[in-house]
């Protein structure tokens, strides 16, 4: 935002009260109208998502008031209408009131924020968990308070990094370096020229939510424990919906033993708010001491805690929703290449599709939401580079086949109507019933959701192999609801056709 030149500053204080305002909006004014030009202005949607009928949301727009299908949520699984945390939150709240009353220096820790402290702890397998009131908080408080702490500390940096990790890093004073996105050639070139001796924090994302790549974590801590570097992983996208029991990208992996800070949120896959760091007992205790956004601002309310706790036990204990997720998201990438949309690379379940044109997305956005009913925000500089604006498509296990298909149909008629470029067709045959399963890269890629790599498809696994398979890990249908039984049903229904 550009700044207020000294002038009208002393226009302002001369000025007196009537002048104030009228300056103000003025700069102001010129400001947005700057935005507005560089495509940049956002505009957001007034939704209203339906919990008893996901993933449809109401729409309003002045009088005008329609159900939509939204198709871009960060709910990724569809936790927050989960009849159990909704259930967790009303009981708690009625027992116990709404707010937290305070910060907790003030108002100590309200029982249900020390019962999901201790969930999360367990979920990473960790010493131990701190709440914070959002992952942003989280990232900003613990980042800052590690390199403040730390004498002399070096944070490297990924480059594509969350805007709540860069402000931790500013905020810490430390001195940083940017390492190229996913480079291990150049963080270990960045390493060496640091030498061992010097404090240093590796910090990094498991899943960058905008491209959907994935971090070689591994790998990277080898080059941390080569070169005595703490590592600090951001794992806001990956939790709930990766790893036996959805602590993410690093638990799947096998390392998670081998990250020293493990960060996280409770509002994407979890479904509800907030957000914490996993690590050892003495580090966290020190961020609690010591950072300024931990200390003097309002706990998290218990119902928040109690429906957090209660959808993190759930996921610990229950794959059948990260199965069906998965399902889902293949199938719509599969609708999306066979009908020539471009998607760019992606190993999550996020489906990013490049316009590469700030007013092109806002249109194709505005588009699909007026003539198809559809809800897909732009996503556009600063958020991602200029020039590689995008649509970003997250399917959860709610969205059925038929509106995948009217997705892709729609996109078709947006990218006539546009004009847009269609990726040469690479016909990806729909997958005869049975093959679903028994294919073999998409059974290893659900044993690899399900944590367990190792596993790999023998020729004639059905689609009741699977199941039987996945519910190895659903410890005797534990927590399993009758939702979830349809939802296990309706995996078996893809699979049979
Ligand atoms: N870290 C990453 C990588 C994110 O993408 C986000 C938000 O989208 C955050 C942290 C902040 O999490 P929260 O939405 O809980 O504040």
New binding site residues.
């Given amino acids: 935002m550009p700044t207020i030149a000294a002038g009208v500053i002393r226009t302002i204080r001369s000025g007196g009260y009537a002048e104030r305002p009228m300056t103000l909006r003025h700069h102001f004014r010129s400001y947005l109208e700057g935005v507005r030009r560089e495509g940049r202005y956002r505009i957001f949607a007034d939704l209203e998502r339906d919990a008893a009928r996901p993933p449809y949301a109401r729409s309003r727009d002045g009088s005008d008031c329609r159900d939509v299908v939204v198709w871009c949520s960060?709910d990724y699984l569809g936790m927050g209408r989960h009849p159990l945390v909704i259930d967790a939150m009303v009981k708690t709240a009625r027992r116990t009131g709404t707010g937290a009353g305070g910060t907790r220096n003030i108002s100590g820790n309200s029982h249900a924020v020390v019962a999901l402290e201790a969930e999360l702890a367990d979920l990473h397998r960790k010493d131990a968990a701190l709440v914070f009131s959002?992952?942003?908080v989280a990232?900003e408080a613990a980042l800052g308070t590690i390199g403040r702490l730390l004498p002399n500390c070096l944070i490297l940096s990924d480059e594509k990094n969350?805007a709540?990790?860069i402000a931790g890093i500013r905020a810490s004073g430390a001195e940083k370096r940017i390492f190229r996105h996913n480079d291990l050639d150049h963080l270990e070139v960045l390493l060496r020229q640091t030498g061992q001796l010097r404090p240093k924090v590796i910090a990094f994302?498991s899943l960058y939510?905008m491209d959907g790549d994935i971090a070689p974590i591994s790998r990277i801590c080898d080059l941390a424990a080569k070169f005595h570097a703490i590592t600090y992983l951001?794992e806001?996208?990956a939790v709930g919906l990766y790893g036996a029991r959805g602590a993410g990208i690093a638990e799947r992996d096998g390392v998670m033993d081998r990250i020293d800070v493990i960060e996280g949120?409770l509002?994407k896959g979890f479904g509800v708010v907030g957000?914490y760091i996993a690590a050892d007992a003495v580090i966290c205790d020190a961020i609690r001491t010591a950072a300024p956004s931990f200390i003097f601002t309002t706990a998290m309310p218990p119902a928040v805690a109690a429906a957090a706790r209660q959808s993190v036990a759930h996921l610990k204990k229950s794959v059948a929703v990260r199965i069906a997720h998965w399902l889902q998201v293949g199938k719509t990438r599969r609708a999306l290449r066979n009908a020539g949309i471009p998607i760019m690379s992606s190993q999550s379940h996020i489906i990013p599709v490049p316009v590469g044109d700030p007013d092109l997305c806002r249109e194709a956005s505005a588009l699909l939401m007026e003539k198809f009913a559809l809800y897909l925000q732009p996503i556009n500089y600063p958020t991602v580079p200029r020039g590689t604006e995008r649509l970003r498509i997250t399917p959860t296990p709610f969205h059925n086949d038929q509106m995948i298909e009217d997705l892709a149909n729609a996109l078709c008629e947006v990218w006539d109507a546009l004009r847009l470029p269609y990726e040469a067709i690479r016909p990806v045959p729909m997958l005869r019933p049975q093959s679903l399963v028994t294919d073999a890269s998409r059974y290893s890629l659900i044993a690899t959701v399900l944590g367990n790599p190792g596993d790999r498809h023998r020729p004639g696994e059905s689609s009741a192999d699977l199941l039987s398979f996945a519910s190895k890990f659903t410890p005797a249908g534990a927590g399993l609801l009758p939702g979830e039984v349809q939802l296990v049903g309706h995996s078996r229904q893809i699979g049979q056709g």
Avoid: F, I, K, R
Wanted: hydrophobic share 20%.
């Fill in positions: 960060n959002s992952g942003y990232n969350h709540s990790m994302e939510s951001d806001v996208h949120t509002a957000g």
